[in-house]
């Protein structure tokens, strides 16, 4: 007799708890990783997010890069023989079909193969997609992460300065007092060191967001299990996706009376733990979202300056306005692997602030990364055919809905051929 089929979002979650009990949770795992990161996609170089996320870190893998099996040929980097994926899925309101023309004869591209186009579905399907680690695949060098321009400390102070969010220092308590809207905390001396002050900081700050007039979540005891026990498992998610982002530390501390709570959740509601994940990346979110605020400040500010014919006081006679094909220019949005990458400020060290107009995500891109010589390849060719860049982007689609779906129809042109 065949074992009936779980959907995903049960199997994760009965894994989930088999961690919980046996102590090796991702919860229960201290991150206390300088070379850490959240994972990401080895070809476009955009993080996983929400469940997927979850899903991949919970694999303990210390490299975060993760590819397809097409993605990795690509890169030259072949999955390993025997090597066994791990499966994300998603909703996807899009889909790439294959183009033809009026006579119903193949479009085909530069490299021969047949073009594809993406489209909106009427209605979402569901999307599978087999990763794999980059400790899977071939003749890839070790990952190491590219230095920061901020400290993890820093770059927290400036996450805390601009949410605005008061914070009262003295005892011993830690916890957000949803009445008055204040977060409460020892004295950062009293922390053994300043990125665990920090670290405890944000997690308060991820409470601080359920406020209604922020992400507005229940923080009220609801039917059956408490609120609060629901509200611990988002904002501790939360404070892993940080702590991956941030290279802040991440214990448990106070709150490993949750665990065997969290496994009865998800025993009963093995879907929670998805809605969990992705309450959590809502939180990331809302919370990296403070430091994006200086970048815009001097993204603006830069704007002006240009406006008033001025780039860092020199006069617009100095300016130097001729094409460098090995660099890529500020403001610039290039199309790339169905999605479009807006160059949003260039930074020291030939590190580039870049945005996935799909998603809105931001993140750095080093000059060593395969994705800027892939966009670089990308934009010099519209240079050389005249093609202006696209400064418009259609509706949003995700970096990791894009990535399953040409996996898809990549792995269905070849199954016909």
Known sequence: MSTPFKPLSEQIAGKMIADLKAGTSIFQRPNNSMNSALPFNIESGHRYAGPSALILLMQKRDDPRWATSNQANRNHTAVVKGATGTLINFMSSYEFQKVVDERGDPVLKENGKQRTERVKLEEPKQVDAWLFNGEQMRKLPKWEKEPMELSPVERAQVIVDNSKAVIEHGGDDMFYDTRSDVIVLPEKEQFKDPQQYYAEALHQLAHWTAAPDRLNRPMEDDAGYSAVIREELRTNLASVFLSKELNLPYELNDH??????????????????????????????HILGFEQKIEEKQEVAAEKDMDAGMVKDAPVADIDTSFDRTKLNKGEIIPHNGTEFKVVAELKNKVYQMQDMGSERKFKMSSKDALFTELLEARNSSQERGTAVDNTVDEKVSREEIDAVEEYISDSIQMER
């Open 256 to 285: 490993v009376g949750y665990v065997n709570s969290w496994a009865e959740v998800l025993k009963d509601e093995p879907a929670e733990l998805f809605k969990a994940a992705s309450d959590a990346q809502k939180i990331v979110d």
